[in-house]
């Protein structure tokens, strides 16, 4: 995957990963590391750049949910050929009246990622992360490393090692 970019041991090369991510590397031990032009961040440019299908990526997702004064956050992680089931699943499991994706900027200044490389390794401690199983059981997967100069590439079930992290079928169709 990404074959033709040289990919390093990610916790050999903190200065590649945002800042979030730094702290939290060390759960994720297999992830590679690799640079990319921050224009092709996005996973549709990543790989049409590169000749990988999008099935390959990762892409994490902010929902909040509301009910009265109460504010819920989750990270969702689907590959990049589904979609988070926003409105039912995770509204339900959130146990709440509305469920949407949280602004850019809340999720940008609230993780410390850069908007386009969010990415669970490093997210705040109280929010949960829910993986779908395709993603979960994924050979490898491309995720963010939360700049949008690099990317990850990891077995899917390593990411289970993060705190917080479960595994949630029907999380994305």
Not at 39 to 62: K, Q
Not at 68 to 94: E, F, M, P, Q, S
Not at 141 to 169: M, N
């Amino acid at each position: 995957m990404f074959d033709s970019l040289p990919q390093f041991p990610a916790v050999d090369h903190p200065e590649l990963l945002g800042e979030p991510v730094r702290r939290l590397i060390d759960l994720v031990p297999q992830a590679r590391v690799f640079s990319i032009d921050p224009g092709l961040s996005d996973t549709e440019s990543l790989c049409t750049a590169f000749g990988e299908p999008e099935s390959t990526s990762g892409n994490c997702v902010i929902v909040r949910g509301h009910r009265g004064a109460i504010t819920r956050t989750v990270a969702c992680l689907a590959l990049a050929t589904t979609r988070v089931d926003v409105n039912k699943l995770v509204r339900k499991r959130l146990d709440v009246r509305k469920a949407s994706f949280a602004p850019m900027d809340e999720a940008t200044t609230e993780s410390g990622m850069e908007y386009g490389a969010i990415t669970p390794v490093g997210l705040p401690d109280d929010w949960p992360i829910w993986i779908d199983p395709a993603v979960a059981s994924a050979t490898e997967v491309c995720i963010g490393a939360g700049t949008r100069s690099a990317k990850l590439v990891l077995p899917g079930e390593a990411l289970l090692a993060l705190p917080h992290a479960e595994v949630i079928e029907g999380l994305a169709r």
